[in-house]
């Protein structure tokens, strides 16, 4: 088992492709075979996979959630942190902050069109934590 912390470039609110990101990190320690855990060290943001293709699904997630989870409610008592910050951690809880992925003959084994997305939640951009763990 291998295990390596991944700080990740500033990200502004939305949702982003990392896939790249996390190979260039760890490419060189993928097995043959085996499983790739990540976890994210945060509660305003996720990690997901998703199409990786079109851009426009990235607006679209970002206008759903919004959409889905609104910021301003009344009910909200975890206010001091900004307007942003309940909201996220609600989408957090939805998205959820880990992701395990088949590894076959040292790649990741995401279908064509999947990549890895950091979502980002909070408003302004800030540099996240992910903890890879590979499984042989």
């Known amino acids: 088992m291998l295990q390596k912390e991944i700080l990740l470039p500033k990200f502004g609110r939305g949702y982003h492709l990392i896939t790249d990101i996390l190979l260039k990190e760890i490419g060189e320690m993928l097995p043959e075979t085996g499983l790739l855990h990540l976890f994210i060290q945060h509660t305003s943001a996720s990690i997901m996979i998703n199409e ?3 851009d426009s699904v990235r607006d679209d997630l970002e206008a759903a959630f919004n959409d889905i989870v609104k910021e301003d409610l009344d009910y909200y008592t975890h206010i001091t942190e900004g307007s942003d910050d309940m909201p996220a951690h609600i989408k957090v809880a939805m998205i959820g902050t ?7 003959n040292r790649n990741l084994n ?4 999947q990549g890895v997305y950091i979502c980002e939640f909070r408003n302004n951009p800030r540099r996240r934590n992910i903890v890879a763990t590979i499984i042989s």
């Open 52 to 54: 990786n293709f079109e």
């Open 98 to 104: 880990d992701l395990t992925i088949p590894i076959t």
């Open 110 to 113: 995401l279908g064509q069109w």
